[in-house]
């Protein structure tokens, strides 16, 4: 394989770090997620709290929804991970930091970060620039999706056992994906062995949170976007054994119920929770 040239992480992967980051700063305890590693990767210098998309008000709910599913992903880590689960595969890793932040769940599991090569590159060596460096159990599979590469081929030569139970996560990638995708991407998953866990999340179409009395929070750029029982179905389709779907009321029960500050995750992006 020729060597790759490192390539900044896209300005999605950066805006999510940098959510995180604010979370801690902006919002009060409890904090649901505590994340500065992807800040200190990017490193975006001292007036990043002043980008328009930093906005204290005007982006709680995004925030809110960032920091949900990531805790939401971790719980189900460690829940899994208490049951014997020592797999656990993050698809579409991009600034993701469990492996740096969660030492005490990480190093006795193998963590696989699935993403372009660019990117996986240039994080790899910010890693090394801040002595994190990058353990023996994590292990960085790049894949180029542009090029219809087989994430599951690489996934196995990288050292992930298809024999073993193993946790999946894909958080903020779907929305990017044609249907086609997403569905390829189910399938390749649901091939895990029984006892498997996939945490996914996708985007509500606009007429179905306008139809439940929000306002849409996403814009038309996305790629696409499912109804729970569209989700569902591909799912099961896809041969998972169960499906569940879990809404933005759901996290928002889960994680940010009494909160004084009223900080509650925008509607809109919902979790598909499937084993196999």
């Not at 394989?1 to 902006?26: D, F, G, K, N």
Request: hydrophobic share 45%; charged share 25%; net charge negative.
């Amino acid at each position: 394989m020729p060597a790759q040239r490192s390539v900044a992480p896209e300005s999605t992967a950066v805006r999510v770090a940098l959510w995180r980051a604010l979370h801690l700063e902006v919002d009060e305890a409890p904090h649901v997620l505590e994340d500065e590693v992807g800040l200190e990767l990017v490193a975006p210098g001292e007036n990043w709290r002043r980008r328009p998309d930093m906005g204290r008000n005007a982006t709680s709910g995004f925030r809110a929804g960032v920091v949900a599913r990531a805790r939401f992903v971790e719980d189900l880590v460690a829940e899994r991970f208490a049951d014997g689960v020592r797999q656990y595969v993050i698809l579409g890793a991009g600034l993701d930091t469990f492996a740096q932040r969660r030492p005490d769940l990480a190093a006795g599991m193998r963590v696989f970060e699935i993403d372009q090569y660019g990117p996986q590159e240039w994080k790899r060596h910010r890693l090394g620039e801040l002595g994190y460096g990058v353990s023996e159990w994590l292990r960085m599979v790049p894949v180029d999706f542009e090029a219809d590469e087989d994430w599951w081929a690489r996934l196995v030569d990288a050292g992930f056992d298809p024999d073993r139970p193993a946790v999946v996560a894909s958080t903020g990638v779907s929305m990017y994906l044609t249907k086609d995708a997403v569905a390829d991407a189910l399938a390749k998953t649901a091939k895990t062995a029984p006892g498997s866990t996939l945490a996914m999340t996708f985007l509500l179409p606009p007429e179905t949170v306008a139809a439940a009395g929000e306002k849409p929070q996403h814009p038309i750029r996305f790629r696409s976007c499912f109804t729970a029982e569209e989700m569902l179905r591909l799912a099961r389709d896809s041969g998972f054994r169960e499906a569940r779907h879990l809404s933005t009321a759901d996290l928002t029960e889960r994680y940010f119920a009494g909160r004084p500050d009223g900080l509650r995750p925008a509607v809109g992006e919902s979790f598909l929770l499937a084993t196999t």
